[in-house]
C-alpha cells in the first residue's frame, strides 16, 4: 500500500516538474536526480531483506562525453526477514550512461552499532531494475548482499 502511494506521489512530482520550461537554467546549479528505490535481496548467510532508499546526486561537471558522473548520498532503510532492522548511509559515485554503475561507501547500522559498508550497483538505462551487491562485518562475521533494485529516479535539472 505504501508503495503505490509512493510511486503515485512521484508521479505527480515528475508531471508537475516535467511543466519547468527552464531547462537549462542560467543557474550555477549543474543538475543531477532524486531517486527512490525499493530492492529485495539476500545475504551471504541466506537472510532475505528487502530495503527502500533515498538517493540525492549532483551531476560533476565535465567535458563533452557521452557519460555523465555523479556524486551523491544515499539513506536506507532495511528489514531482515526475521524482523530485524537495519539503517545505512552511503557516499556514492555514479558514471551514467547507456550503461551505468557506480560504488560508494558508508555505514551500516545493525543492532545499535555502526559497521563500514561498501557497495557497488550497475544497471542498463532506461531500464529502472539495478542489480547491487554491499558487503560489510557485523560481530566480526563478513556479510555480502546482493539483491535487484527497482528504482525511479526524477532527474533536476540545472
Same mark, same amino acid.
Given at each position: ?27 550555477? &546549479? %549543474?543538475?543531477?536526480?532524486? *531517486?527512490?528505490s525499493y530492492q529485495?535481496? +539476500?545475504?551471504?548467510?541466506? #537472510? @532475505?531483506?528487502? =530495503? /527502500? ?10 567535458g563533452e562525453l557521452?557519460? &555523465? %558522473?555523479?556524486?551523491?548520498? *544515499? ?5 531482515? +526477514?526475521?524482523?530485524?532492522? #537495519? @539503517?545505512?548511509? =552511503? /557516499? ?18 545493525s543492532g545499535g ?46
Amino acid at each position: 500500500m505504501i508503495i503505490r502511494k509512493t510511486v503515485l506521489l512521484l508521479s505527480i512530482i515528475t508531471v508537475i516538474e516535467g511543466q519547468n520550461e527552464c531547462r537549462p537554467c542560467n543557474s550555477s &546549479f %549543474p543538475g543531477g536526480y532524486v *531517486t527512490i528505490s525499493y530492492q529485495i535481496g +539476500k545475504n551471504s548467510n541466506e #537472510q @532475505r531483506f528487502r =530495503d /527502500l532508499q533515498v538517493s540525492f546526486a549532483v551531476v560533476i561537471p565535465h567535458g563533452e562525453l557521452p557519460v &555523465f %558522473p555523479f556524486i551523491g548520498l *544515499t539513506y536506507g532503510s532495511r528489514k531482515m +526477514k526475521d524482523g530485524t532492522k #537495519q @539503517r545505512y548511509g =552511503d /557516499l556514492q559515485l555514479n558514471l551514467v550512461s547507456i550503461v551505468a554503475g557506480g560504488f560508494g561507501i558508508g555505514v551500516i547500522s545493525s543492532g545499535g552499532s555502526m559497521h563500514k559498508r561498501k557497495k557497488s550497483w550497475a544497471g542498463i538505462l532506461p531500464l529502472p531494475v539495478i542489480l547491487t551487491k554491499d558487503s560489510f562485518s557485523i560481530e566480526g562475521e563478513r556479510l555480502s548482499s546482493k539483491g535487484i533494485m527497482l528504482s525511479y529516479p526524477m532527474p533536476i535539472f540545472g
